[in-house]
């Protein structure tokens, strides 16, 4: 009897640490969670969608917190953290055709339990990762930035003209 009920308190103990850590993964997938649900979920106005002027999936929202936005157009640099009703793969599928249709070519796509996309358009990158949550709801994380500094120079208007040394530093 005694063995039995220490046998029992083993397994009890040995189930516990599966559960807790069952737990934590379903909460990272869930919808709102982590730093989800302390940002304001804005829509995408119209006017958003013409200053990013990159393709975006429809009913996509951001969180306001973890967005951020330099320029506008064909100018525009920055990370956009978009909240997405539909399933990862979708998402996934949106930006391969749509950013193709837009004039941006695919360097690279890894799968993992998240998809992280590359993209090169010019003198511009864009990095697309997607994250799965669950119920059919995804979130993806786009970053678009110029290839060098020179780009980024002259989007903010700074003259490049002075003759600058292929050392940072020089000693004398």
């Known amino acids: 009897m005694i063995s039995r009920l220490f046998a029992n308190k083993i397994l009890f103990l040995a189930i516990i640490p599966l559960v807790l850590s069952s737990c934590a993964t379903i909460n990272n997938m869930m919808p709102g ?9 804005k829509e995408i106005s119209l006017n958003k969608r013409l ?13 306001t917190d973890k ?9 525009f640099t ?37 998809v992280l996309m590359n993209f090169d358009k010019e003198d511009r990158f864009a990095t697309i990762k997607v994250n799965r ?5 995804s979130t993806s994380e786009v970053t678009i930035g110029p290839k060098t500094d020179t780009t ?21």
């Open 33 to 41: 969670t982590d730093d989800e649900s302390s940002s304001e979920i």
């Open 51 to 63: 200053q990013i002027s990159i393709p975006i999936p429809e009913s996509s929202k951001y969180l």
């Open 67 to 75: 967005t951020i936005i330099f320029g506008e157009g064909s100018r």
């Open 78 to 114: 920055g990370v956009l953290y978009l909240l997405h009703d539909i399933p990862a793969d979708e998402v996934v599928e949106f930006y391969r055709v749509k950013m193709r249709d837009d004039g941006w070519s695919e360097i690279a796509i890894v799968r993992s339990d998240f």
């Open 133 to 137: 949550k669950l119920f059919e709801n």
């Open 152 to 172: 980024i120079n002259r989007s903010i208007n700074i003259d490049n003209t002075i003759d600058q040394s292929d050392d940072p530093f020089s000693i004398e």
